[in-house]
T-cell receptor, first 112, second 112 residues
């Protein structure tokens, strides 16, 4: 079945710097790749997603890139702010009834 | 959290006792999911439902059962709780396969 690896597990950046989180997946049939942000004590919230027919997608300071050949996708956050501090999860859908397989998570800390 | 209510929010129970967690949605979404979240493992799918009385197993279904008698309710039951089932449990909903997943606020379960 699908396996998703996420790196790094922790990331610390200065406010205003960029942050990059990377994920690899194993199942070439996966075609949907969302990213979730989880704040302390809350459920994960979808922040951006991309489908396999698109190579890049942007939403203000957040962007996601997908390389289907290499089977990896990345989250880019520019001009980071303290409120970006959270745990971020990538996921992949192997197109089997909508089941998402998640990466292990990245704890992002943005220092003022 | 996208019209999703999980109950209870916190529960402490003893090994060997049955436990039922409830997920209630007001969005009339077809798909409902139960995930567990553990450090170092991200979120792992336990069971999911693609309609009333239609359920299937996820990655980590052993020791868990589910029921969905109404569109809006999805129950997760631990027939005989074990300490390894101490975790945070999240319910999620989506309109269809490969569609955006929306999560509830979670249930913290401790099995002593």
């Amino acid at each position: 079945g699908e396996n998703v690896e996420q790196h790094p597990s922790t990331l610390s950046v200065q406010e205003g710097d960029s942050a990059v989180i990377k994920c690899t997946y194993s199942d070439s049939a996966s075609n949907y790749f969302p990213w979730y942000k989880q704040e302390l004590g809350k459920g994960p919230q979808l922040i951006i997603d991309i489908r396999s027919n698109v190579g890049e997608k942007k939403d203000q300071r957040i962007a996601v890139t997908l390389n289907k050949t290499a089977k990896h996708f990345s989250l880019h956050i520019t001009e980071t702010q303290p409120e970006d501090s959270a745990v971020y999860f990538c996921a992949a859908s192997p197109n089997q009834g909508g089941k998402l397989i998640f990466g292990q998570g990245t704890e992002l800390s943005v220092k003022p | 959290d996208a019209g999703i209510t999980q109950s209870p929010r916190h529960k402490v129970t003893e090994t060997g006792t049955p436990v039922t967690l409830r997920c209630h949605q007001t969005e009339n979404h077809r798909y409902m999911y139960w995930y567990r979240q553990d450090p170092g493992h991200g979120l792992r799918l336990i069971h999911y439902s693609y309609g009333v009385k239609d359920t299937d197993k996820g990655e980590v279904s052993d020791g868990y059962s589910v029921s969905r008698s109404k569109t809006e309710d999805f129950l997760l039951t631990l027939e005989s709780a074990t300490s390894s089932q101490t975790s945070v449990y999240f319910c999620a909903i989506s309109q269809g396969a490969d569609e955006k997943l929306f999560f509830g606020s979670g249930t913290q379960l401790s099995v002593l």
